[in-house]
T-cell receptor, first 113, second 115 residues
Framework: DQQVKQNSPSLSVQEGRISILNCDYTNSMFDYFLWYKKYPAEGPTFLISISSIKDKNEDGRFTVFLNKSAKHLSLHIVPSQPGDSAVYFCAASPETSGSRLTFGEGTQLTVNP | NAGVTQTPKFRVLKTGQSMTLLCAQDMNHEYMYWYRQDPGMGLRLIHYSVGEGTTAKGEVPDGYNVSRLKKQNFLLGLESAAPSQTSVYFC??????????????FGPGTRLTVT
């Protein structure tokens, strides 16, 4: 069963607007959530993370929101730039398993100039 | 500082052939991982290692073996390749804390096709 799910395979936004990428999870043991970004022909790179004790974490143009009761998190990118076009993976881990991550399927973000 | 490197970048195998994928990291990381990425399925953990000489099974270990004889290298072996193992394989490494928030550093990937 897919414990981390990204229901939107793709998202297209205009440059300068907000991009919102969504992620849902089913395992209530997940304590930590991360977003990775992947360009074609490259490996994923870490973008931002959030602990379950918080509901928001911000880093420049990127903000992650966590709603534990709904088992839902989202990544907001404001303003979106063409260089943000990439596949974004949501990942989760229970604290007890250390760095074993469960990834979602990914969302392809395209930012149009 | 090359980070995480993977060899080879591309490979085509016939069913039943064997091969070894090599991962090397120069960041002195304790933890190393092998993932596979398939369309519509994200990244799935195959095997991982928490230090030199150790290995452990991940989510999809069947058909693969691994070895960590040196801290900087993590090898993934396919003894008898099957078409279901056609995938993009990523190696990653992280520091020794083993904490969930520890960033993983990924290699560029190996695209393997089994015919």
């Amino acid at each position: 069963d897919q414990q981390v799910k990204q229901n939107s395979p793709s998202l297209s936004v205009q440059e300068g607007r907000i991009s919102i990428l969504n992620c849902d999870y089913t395992n209530s043991m997940f304590d930590y959530f991360l977003w990775y970004k992947k360009y074609p022909a490259e490996g994923p790179t870490f973008l931002i993370s959030i602990s379950s004790i918080k509901d928001k974490n911000e880093d420049g143009r990127f903000t992650v929101f966590l709603n534990k009761s709904a088992k839902h998190l989202s990544l907001h990118i404001v303003p979106s730039q063409p260089g943000d076009s990439a596949v974004y993976f949501c990942a989760a881990s229970p604290e007890t398993s250390g760095s074993r991550l469960t990834f979602g399927e990914g969302t392809q973000l395209t930012v149009n100039p | 500082n090359a980070g995480v490197t993977q060899t080879p970048k591309f490979r085509v195998l016939k069913t039943g052939q064997s091969m070894t994928l090599l991962c090397a990291q120069d960041m002195n990381h304790e933890y190393m991982y092998w993932y596979r990425q398939d369309p519509g399925m994200g990244l799935r953990l195959i095997h991982y290692s928490v230090g030199e000489g150790t290995t452990a099974k991940g989510e999809v270990p069947d058909g693969y073996n691994v070895s960590r004889l040196k801290k900087q290298n993590f090898l993934l072996g396919l003894e008898s390749a099957a078409p279901s193992q056609t995938s993009v394989y990523f190696c990653a490494s992280s520091r020794s804390t083993g904490r969930a928030e520890e960033e993983q550093y990924f290699g560029p990937g190996t695209r393997l096709t089994v015919t």
